[in-house]
T-cell receptor
Framework: DVKVTQSSRYLVKRTGEKVFLECVQDMDHENMFWYRQDPGLGLRLIYFSYDVKMKEKGDIPEGYSVSREKKERFSLILESASTNQTSMYLC?????????????FGPGTRLTVL | GQNIDQPTEMTATEGAIVQINCTYQTSGFNGLFWYQQHAGEAPTFLSYNVLDGLEEKGRFSSFLSRSKGYSYLLLKELQMKDSASYLCAVMDSNYQLIWGAGTKLIIKP
């Protein structure tokens, strides 16, 4: 089974702190994604990566950055956390060859910024 | 703009059938996905449709009409464990997924 893990299920940070969210997948997937999920809204794509050291902005990249130094690991960084970044963050991965391949999701990190 | 519409919440009875609708307006179309998400858990893949018609997979079926920008997920013989949110997502011309807000399905005994 494909497994996508995220470093924390729950996280509480202070405004202005730098926050790192880690995601690891164990199925050699080329593609990795970071989403945020808020009540009443669909999943919104923050950043994605199709290869090591490669990154592309999604729909809402402002206030975030990412790092992909190894194929299995995709990190989301909040340079200076703000209260409007309180959300559920979901990481996903998929095979790269076919664009319609299903995405496999991690369990999510619920981040609260005080 | 791009838009995916699905009902916010639906209620159904154990053992019954329920149909969850999804309408979309997107820049291009490269397929439609349905995912299931139990409360506090990760979304999991249910189905993918790219051609018109019905795809059946056990108790779950998914239908697509590209000309109408419409899909539905049909759940038969409902079980309590089917209580979850069901997410509709469309892959646009850039192969990016556009997600609906999800339909929360409540199953009553």
């Amino acid at each position: 089974d494909v497994k996508v893990t995220q470093s924390s299920r729950y996280l509480v940070k202070r405004t202005g702190e730098k926050v790192f969210l880690e995601c690891v997948q164990d199925m050699d997937h080329e593609n990795m994604f970071w989403y945020r999920q808020d009540p009443g809204l669909g999943l919104r794509l923050i950043y994605f990566s199709y290869d090591v050291k490669m990154k592309e902005k999604g729909d809402i990249p402002e206030g975030y950055s990412v790092s992909r130094e190894k194929k299995e690991r995709f990190s989301l960084i909040l340079e200076s956390a703000s209260t409007n970044q309180t959300s559920m963050y979901l990481c996903a991965s998929s095979f790269g060859e076919l664009p319609y391949n299903e995405q496999f999701f991690g369990p999510g990190t619920r981040l609260t910024v005080l | 703009g791009q838009n995916i519409d699905q009902p916010t919440e639906m209620t159904a009875t154990e053992g019954a059938i329920v149909q969850i609708n999804c309408t979309y307006q997107t820049s291009g179309f490269n397929g439609l996905f349905w995912y299931q998400q139990h409360a506090g858990e990760a979304p999991t893949f249910l189905s993918y449709n790219v051609l018109d018609g019905l795809e059946e997979k056990g108790r779950f079926s998914s239908f697509l009409s590209r000309s109408k920008g419409y899909s539905y997920l049909l759940l038969k013989e409902l079980q309590m464990k089917d209580s979850a949110s069901y997410l509709c997502a469309v892959m646009d011309s850039n192969y990016q997924l556009i997600w609906g807000a999800g339909t929360k399905l409540i199953i009553k005994p």
